[in-house]
């Protein structure tokens, strides 16, 4: 059905970069909201940045400033840059999309399969 693959996680340390790839891939009619979320150990899975299909964007509190989301015009690759990286950034980021697949009358949420973003001196 639909594909999500990341890439672009890493060790970093403090006040550095990285910027996370996911490209969407599968039988794919449309795709709405495409986002970042992560978890760190012995927590809940929060969003990072969403981006909508005409490009509005929004962002946990902690992150504004120093991250961005970005879009791809075919809209299936969602990027994030992140700046300024700090050790409560470390977790596991995960690449989200709302999908409607080809003869499906039906939109689903897909994750990808997380990639690990450490930050640490």
């Known amino acids: 059905q639909v594909q999500l693959v990341e890439s672009g996680g890493g060790l970093v340390q403090p006040g550095g970069s990285l910027r996370l790839s996911c490209a969407a891939s599968g039988s794919i009619f449309r795709i709405n909201n495409m986002g970042w979320y992560r978890q760190a150990p012995g927590k809940q899975r929060d969003m990072v940045a969403v981006?909508?299909?005409?490009?509005?964007?929004n962002y946990q509190d902690s992150v504004k400033g120093r991250f961005t989301i970005s879009r791809d015009s075919a809209l299936k690759t969602v990027d994030l840059e992140m700046n300024g990286l700090k050790p409560e950034d470390t977790a596991v980021y995960y690449c989200?999309?709302?999908?409607?697949?080809?003869?499906?009358?039906?939109?689903?949420?897909?994750w990808g399969q997380g990639t690990q973003v450490s930050v640490s001196s």
């Open positions: 989200n999309a709302e999908a409607l697949p080809r003869n499906s009358g039906t939109w689903g949420t897909n």
């Open positions: 981006v909508t299909r005409t490009g509005i964007t």
